[in-house]
């Protein structure tokens, strides 16, 4: 079964441009995640989507930063414009979304594109 | 969510046992203790959850005492692909919630 796909893996840009990442989640998943990761540190949420609602998002910069999921599915997250700060790894991440029975719900994450703003 | 304290680096040998203990002091009655594993330029992947007591895998062991403000990851007989930074986290299942990661340990195994 084929896991969480993203791309592009490696997006290089100058300050200013707008830039998009891409994730498809793994068959049947409802539940879907982006995670932005700065070096040495550990992923952070940026956005969570149960089906096609954005459920949480209140750590997604919203000034410049977009993201939707159409049908339910795949999802697309938008830089627009791109900051030097923004250089990161941005992580997708799908669960089950479980059946609300308490059930483990374990997310699988992609391999993450590798953002470097210059 | 329940903070985690974990120590920042760990060196080993292969075929030695690793434990990695985390520190949760504030955590809630009904939070669960996960654990992933994550390699360079790739996402984190789950290793072990657990409540209370003792869960084992194919992977790894968990232990968990009674008064559940820590947990330690045991990983038997590491090779070097074992090489990786480990997170610990935790919070209350269901899982669907989003996972607060802190800076995790990064074990670098020796051959």
């Known amino acids: 079964e084929a896991g969480v796909v993203q791309s592009p893996r490696y997006k290089i840009i100058e300050k200013k441009q707008p830039v998009a990442f891409w994730c498809n989640p793994i068959?049947?998943?409802?539940?879907l995640y982006w995670y932005r990761q700065n070096l040495g540190q550990g992923p952070e949420l940026l956005i969570r989507y149960e089906n096609e609602e954005a459920v949480d998002d209140s750590q997604l910069p919203k000034d410049r930063f977009s993201a939707e999921r159409l049908k339910g599915v795949d999802s697309t997250l938008k830089i627009q414009p791109a900051e030097l700060g923004d250089s990161a790894v941005y992580l997708c991440a799908s669960s089950w979304g479980g059946n609300g029975q308490g059930l483990t719900d374990t997310q699988y994450f992609g391999p993450g594109t590798r953002l470097t703003v210059l | 969510l329940a903070k985690t304290t974990q120590p920042i680096s760990m060196d080993s040998y292969e075929g030695q046992e690793v434990n990695i203990t985390c520190s949760h002091n504030n955590i809630a009655t009904n939070d669960y203790i996960t654990w992933y594993q994550q390699f360079p330029s790739q996402g984190p992947r789950f290793i072990i959850q657990?409540?209370?007591t003792k869960v084992t895998n194919e992977v790894a062991s968990l232990f968990i005492p009674a008064d559940r403000k820590s947990s330690t990851l045991s990983l038997p007989r590491v090779s070097l692909s074992d090489t990786a930074v480990y997170y610990c986290?935790?919070?209350?299942?269901?899982?669907?919630?989003?996972?607060?990661f802190g800076s995790g340990t990064r074990l670098q195994v020796q051959p």
């Open positions: 986290l935790v919070g209350a299942r269901p899982g669907r919630r989003a996972l607060t």
């Open positions: 068959s049947g998943h409802n539940t």
């Open positions: 657990g409540y209370k």
